[in-house]
């Protein structure tokens, strides 16, 4: 049951499930033109402001930014690479795919290669309606990558971030492991790397999977006048990276009243 409140009341606060809510209350309170027009107007700014990239940016940025790749990385004898950048593969597709996180198997499979680190612990359950954890189909693609099965240590039982942290310690408190290289994507490394170290971790991490890079910063602040005006419009990438860095900000919140991080 938590699971599914966790992950269904935020959605009531983030920019669609909100526009949704305060157009719906414009009809409800048709009769009344001043309130009608008043929760019509806010579901507009509220879509209009979180759907245009310079603020889109400007919030990825504000969670990105916060834990840059360090160069070099010094070799660590665990990766820990956190779940979420997987889809199943039910019929007819034929293996485990990547989604739009996917750049954390690449990036934990790259530093691998460079010699980064001896083992990868790789931790995810088996969400609502799966077959099989997130864990297992991390396991399949790495080794794809080149990953050897016998460097890979599953856990498959986390179903968020919190239990990413707290079953990860049961395992590598076993081998007298304190000391982690974390992989996740860049906006979610601010909470991750908090509730690993409430955990007892000395945490070095290692984002990927970032939005607000260099190049695409810079040139949105440098367009010529109608580049900008371009980029005030409505689109539908802009309003997801607004709406995962809102989530994330809430994940924050939330975390921390209840003293997870």
């Known amino acids: 049951m938590y699971f599914f409140l966790s992950k269904l009341l935020p959605l009531l606060f983030l920019p669609l499930g909100l526009t949704?809510?305060?157009?719906?209350?414009?009809?409800?309170?048709?009769?009344?033109?001043?309130?009608?027009?008043?929760?019509?107007?806010?579901?507009?700014?509220?879509?209009?402001?979180?759907?245009?990239?310079?603020?889109?940016?400007?919030?990825?940025?504000?969670?990105?930014?916060?834990?840059?790749?360090?160069?070099?990385?010094?070799?660590?004898?665990?990766?820990?690479?956190?779940?979420?950048?997987?889809?199943?593969?039910?019929?007819?597709?034929?293996?485990?795919?990547?989604?739009?996180?996917?750049?954390?198997l690449l990036y934990a499979a790259y530093l691998y290669q460079q010699g980064i680190a001896d083992q990868l612990l790789i931790t995810g359950g088996?969400?609502?309606?799966?077959?099989?954890?997130?864990?297992?189909?991390?396991?399949?693609?790495?080794?794809?990558?080149?990953?050897?099965e016998a460097d890979l240590i599953l856990e498959d039982q986390a179903l968020n971030t919190y239990d990413n942290g707290r079953f990860s310690k049961a395992i590598l408190q076993e081998q007298g492991i304190d000391e982690i290289l974390l992989v996740t994507s860049a906006m979610h490394m601010p909470r991750a790397k908090a509730v690993f170290e409430k955990q007892g971790f000395d945490v070095t991490p290692a984002p990927t999977d970032f939005y607000a890079q260099q190049a695409e910063w810079t040139t949105s602040r440098t367009e010529n006048l109608l580049g900008k005006s371009f980029d005030l419009l409505p689109n539908s990438r802009a309003l997801g990276i607004g709406t995962n860095a809102i989530r994330e900000y809430m994940g924050l919140v939330i975390y921390r009243l209840r003293g997870w991080i």
């Open 20 to 104: 949704t809510t305060l157009i719906i209350l414009s009809l409800i309170f048709y009769k009344k033109a001043y309130l009608s027009r008043l929760f019509l107007g806010l579901g507009f700014v509220v879509l209009l402001l979180s759907s245009n990239t310079p603020f889109a940016l400007r919030l990825a940025k504000s969670l990105e930014w916060q834990h840059l790749p360090e160069s070099p990385i010094e070799p660590h004898e665990v990766m820990v690479v956190l779940g979420g950048g997987t889809t199943a593969g039910y019929f007819p597709q034929p293996i485990a795919g990547l989604n739009e996180a996917g750049d954390r």
């Open 126 to 148: 088996t969400l609502p309606g799966d077959d099989s954890s997130e864990a297992a189909e991390m396991a399949q693609i790495l080794t794809i990558m080149g990953v050897p």
